[in-house]
C-alpha cells in the first residue's frame, strides 16, 4: 500500500480538516465534520480497490460508489472494520447533502469516534502505519491538542476537561465517562473480576450493593453525586438533555473523588475477599448442578 497515491492523500487530508471543525462544533461545523469524514472514508476505500487490482471506474467519465467499492473489496475478501458503522456515516452524509439543518454534538462525536476506530484498523492492517503519528502530519498541532484533551489519561488531564465544558460541555461530559469507564475497569481487573466484567455492565461493578460484599462501603455524599453523574450521562445520551458547564464541572469532580476513595483502599486484601467470593460462589454453582442431575434421575 503506498501511502504517496493522491487518494491516500486527499483522504487524510480531509481526516485532518474534520479536526478543526469539530473542534469549533458549530452548526455548520457539525455537518461538515460528517461530510469529511464519509469523503475520507470513500477516498481511503477507493484506495483499496486500486491496490486490490481493480479500477475504480464503473464508466469513462463516472468511478464507483462507496458501496461500489465495498463490494468490490468484499469480492476480493477484503474485511472493512467497523463496516456496519461506517455505512451509518455515509447514509447520514448522504441525508445531509439533500437537507438543511445539522446533526446536533452528540452525533457529530459518535460519527467521529467510528472514523477514528476505522482509520486506525485501516491504516494498521493495509498501511502498516500507525495512526496516531500518521494523523498528526494532516492535523494543525493546536487543533490535535484540543482535540485530545477529550481523551484523559490521567488526573492532569481529567482535570483539562473542566476547561473544555466551558466550550464543549457534551464532549467534556463523554469523555470524562469515558475516562471513567477505564478506571473502573482497571480497578476490577486489579482485584480479580475480570469474569464479571465479561456479563455485567461497568456502572453496576462500582455499585454500593457490589462492593460492600468486598468490605467496601462507598461514603454516602459521595454515592449521591456518582448517581447524579450516571443520571446526567443518562439523559444526555438519550438526547433528553443538554449538560451545562457546571453539571460538567461537577461530574467530573465527583470521578475525581471517587479515584481518590478507590486510592485509598487496600488492593491486596479486596483482592483475598473477591477470591473467597467467587470461591464460594463456583462451590454453590456446582451444588445447584448437582442438585438438578439428582433431581432429574428421580423424574426418569
Known amino acids: 500500500m503506498a501511502i504517496e497515491s493522491p ?23 457539525r455537518k461538515l465534520v460528517i461530510l469529511h469524514l464519509a469523503n475520507a472514508v470513500e477516498l481511503i476505500l477507493k ?3 486500486l491496490d486490490s487490482g481493480e479500477s475504480i ?91 485530545r484533551m477529550r481523551e484523559p489519561n490521567d488526573d492532569a488531564e481529567l482535570e483539562n476537561l473542566k476547561k473544555l465544558a466551558n466550550v ?15 478506571k473502573i475497569i482497571d480497578f476490577n481487573v486489579s482485584i480479580g473480576r475480570e469474569e ?14 457490589s462492593l460492600e460484599q468486598f468490605g467496601i462501603e462507598i461514603p454516602s455524599d459521595l454515592r449521591e453525586e456518582l448517581d447524579e453523574t ?32 478507590l486510592s485509598t483502599l487496600d488492593i491486596s486484601e479486596v483482592k483475598l475477599k473477591v477470591e473467597a467470593h467467587l470461591k464460594e460462589r463456583e462451590l454453590e454453582r456446582k451444588q445447584r448442578l448437582a442438585k438438578q442431575k439428582t433431581l432429574s434421575e428421580i423424574v426418569f
Open 47 to 49: 484506495d483499496l480497490v
Open 57 to 147: 471506474y464503473k464508466s469513462p467519465k463516472e468511478t464507483l460508489s462507496i458501496h461500489g467499492c465495498i463490494s468490490a473489496l468484499q469480492n476480493k475478501g477484503i474485511s472493512i472494520p467497523y463496516l456496519n458503522k461506517v455505512e451509518l456515516l455515509i447514509d447520514e452524509r448522504n441525508a445531509l447533502q439533500h437537507r438543511f439543518g445539522s446533526p446536533n454534538e452528540l452525533t457529530a462525536i459518535f460519527y467521529m469516534n467510528i472514523a477514528q476506530d476505522f482509520f486506525k484498523d485501516i491504516l494498521k492492517d493495509h498501511y502498516d502505519q500507525d495512526y496516531e503519528e500518521l494523523v498528526a502530519q494532516f492535523v494543525d498541532p493546536k487543533e490535535l491538542h484540543a482535540f
Open 230 to 261: 450516571r443520571r446526567l450521562r443518562n439523559l444526555t445520551a438519550h438526547g433528553r438533555k443538554e449538560p451545562t458547564k457546571d453539571e460538567v464541572s461537577k461530574a467530573i469532580d465527583s470521578i475525581e473523588k471517587f479515584e481518590q476513595f
Open 196 to 209: 464479571d466484567l465479561r456479563h455485567r455492565p461497568y456502572w453496576s461493578m462500582m455499585s454500593h450493593r
Open 7 to 29: 487518494l491516500f492523500q486527499s483522504a487524510m487530508e480531509l481526516l485532518g480538516h474534520s479536526f478543526s471543525h469539530f473542534n469549533d462544533s458549530k452548526e455548520l461545523d
Open 168 to 182: 464543549h460541555p457534551l464532549g467534556a461530559l463523554l469523555s470524562a465517562m469515558t475516562y471513567f469507564e477505564k
